[in-house]
């Protein structure tokens, strides 16, 4: 074990810093710190507005696609049974 | 409605009744005669329910395409309506339907308002009746009973509507028109 004992003294042992470390560390920390970037708020609630609005839009597009499918469907079935009658009652002239 | 509503909670209780009635009887006049077939919906092998209000028809008409001479046709009829509903089942034999299932529409025609301008039985079992319903002179509603054996529709399209363009109509949603001569006096109605 000795020699691991050797390692570990030789690896933890203390060292002094180098003469100019102190000046490096105040160089450093007088530099400006580079500000993370971060996407402004307002960007961000233009996006949720215009992802809602999307969203609604397309809602309405499809309320009214079902409006007017229910729509015709009701026409469809009205005008064909006005139709019959019509005819059957223009048919009791001939 | 909304603004009306709100206040009502400061009433009496009898005050809040009238106050809801207020409220719900565009709702409730919409439909000009109530019908309930919810027994012959059980028992129907194909059923239509349709039921749109004056908004609803009116938010259809935006999207009906102008440029389909169906769709444009039906713009022009809904332009004026307040409400259309449709109820049509189809059965897979006949006798599911009985006269009894539409009396409590019959009745409910016989008012003043309502006049039966056509009806029509055939030797196949149909029985078919257009009711005209007026107000003050003006045709504010239309309804239809069209019977058949295996079929049952009864419509009411609330509000004035040329019934000659809605006829005119069923000739062209794939179905060919049923044109018979007319005759030189004119239509039998």
Redesign the interface.
């Given at each position: 074990m000795d020699w691991l004992e050797r390692e570990l003294k030789g690896a933890l042992s203390r060292e002094e810093p180098p003469a100019d470390f102190a000046a490096r560390v105040l160089r450093r920390a007088s530099q400006p710190v580079r500000p993370v970037y971060r996407w402004p708020r307002w960007l961000a609630a233009a996006a949720a507005v215009i992802v809602l609005a999307g969203a609604g839009l397309e809602y309405r597009q499809y309320r009214g696609e079902m409006a007017k499918e229910q729509v015709m469907q009701a026409f469809r079935i009205a005008s064909v049974k006005v139709n019959r009658i019509q005819s059957a009652v223009e048919g009791v002239g001939k | 409605m909304t603004a009306l509503c709100g206040t009502c909670f400061s009433l009496s209780r009898r005050a809040k009744l009238a106050c809801l009635l207020v409220c719900f009887a565009p709702l409730a006049s919409a439909q000009q005669f109530q019908f309930n077939f919810d027994r012959l919906a059980a028992k129907a092998s194909d059923t239509?329910e349709?039921s749109?209000d004056g908004s609803?028809?009116q938010?259809?008409?935006?999207?009906?395409d102008s440029k389909d001479p169906?769709?444009d046709k039906?713009r022009k009829?809904?332009a004026g309506l307040t409400g259309?509903y449709?109820r049509?089942f189809e059965f897979q034999k006949a006798g599911e339907w009985t006269a009894a299932d539409l009396e409590g529409i019959r009745s409910q025609l016989k008012t003043s308002e309502w006049a039966k301008i056509?009806s029509?039985k055939?030797n196949e079992g149909e029985t078919?009746e257009?009711y005209l319903r007026k107000e003050n002179g003006k045709l504010t509603g239309v309804a239809?009973i069209?019977a058949e054996p295996k079929e049952l529709?009864v419509?009411n399209?609330v509000g004035p509507i040329d019934?000659?363009s809605?006829?005119?109509?069923?000739?062209?949603?794939g179905?060919p028109?049923?044109?018979?001569?007319?005759?030189d006096?004119g239509?039998?109605?």
């Open positions: - | 239509v349709v749109l609803t028809l938010f259809a008409a935006k999207f009906l169906d769709q039906v009829l809904i259309i449709v049509s056509v029509v055939s078919d257009i239809v069209a529709t419509v399209i019934l000659d809605l006829a005119e109509l069923g000739g062209h949603f179905i028109k049923m044109d018979t001569p007319k005759k006096t239509k039998q109605k």
